[in-house]
Each structure stands twice: as C-alpha cells, then as structure tokens.
Nanobody, 115 residues
Framework: QVTLVESGGGLVQPGGSLRLSCAAS????????MAWYRQAPGKQRELVAR???????DYTDSVRGRFTISRDNAKNTVYLQMNSLKPEDTAVYYC?????????WGQGTQVTVSS
C-alpha cells in the first residue's frame, strides 16, 4: 500500500520558517520524482517545488530563493524548508510522487502565515 504522510505544518508569523516532511512507503522512493504542491482557499493547486530522482531541483518563481526542496533516499523522505514566509504562502501543502504513469498524493498539511 502506497502512503505519503506530510508533517511539519502549522501557524507561523511572517518572516518565519517551517520545515515540511513527507514520509513515503509502498513504492521504490529513489526511482520517483518528488514534489510539493499547495492549494490556497479558492485557488487551484499549484506546483511549488520538485526534485528529480537524480536530485535536480526546480521551483516556482514566487518561492525561489526562499524555499529549498531536498530528499533523503535512505529515509524515503522528501523535505521542504520554507524561509522568509509570507502571508501569501498560506495554503495546504501536498506531497507528490511521480514515475511514468504512476502518481501518488499525500493528504496535505496546513501552513498558515499570519501575525
């Protein structure tokens, strides 16, 4: 059974930091590209950052320089370090795994940036 379990969300003040984690099981993690998406209320889900099976990273423009995606294949875990958080980063953050036609999603973790 495939599972992706996100953790690390919460309430943080503007300018603060959070580190999201996504623990994967049920598939060969190292073979998959991993990504973080987010969905704010009333908006479409958008790609935030992704990392290929070979470690190549890509970011959406609004988070580049503030967020860092990384993966630990030994722990089957992908991370999203989020610094200099802004109110517009408020959303539910989802973990995603992709390889060929196989696509898996986590249940999401809420991130709220507010003073």
């Amino acid at each position: 059974q495939v599972t992706l379990v996100e953790s690390g969300g919460g309430l943080v003040q503007p300018g603060g930091s959070l580190r999201l984690s996504c623990a994967a099981s049920g598939f060969t993690f190292s073979y998959y590209a991993m990504a973080w998406y987010r969905q704010a209320p009333g908006k479409q889900r958008e790609l935030v950052a992704r990392i290929s099976s070979g470690g190549i990273r890509d970011y959406t423009d609004s988070v580049r320089g503030r967020f860092t995606i990384s993966r630990d294949n030994a722990k089957n875990t992908v991370y999203l370090q989020m610094n200099s958080l802004k109110p517009e980063d408020t959303a539910v953050y989802y973990c995603n795994a992709v390889r060929l036609s196989y696509v898996y999603w986590g249940q999401g973790t809420q991130v709220t940036v507010s003073s």
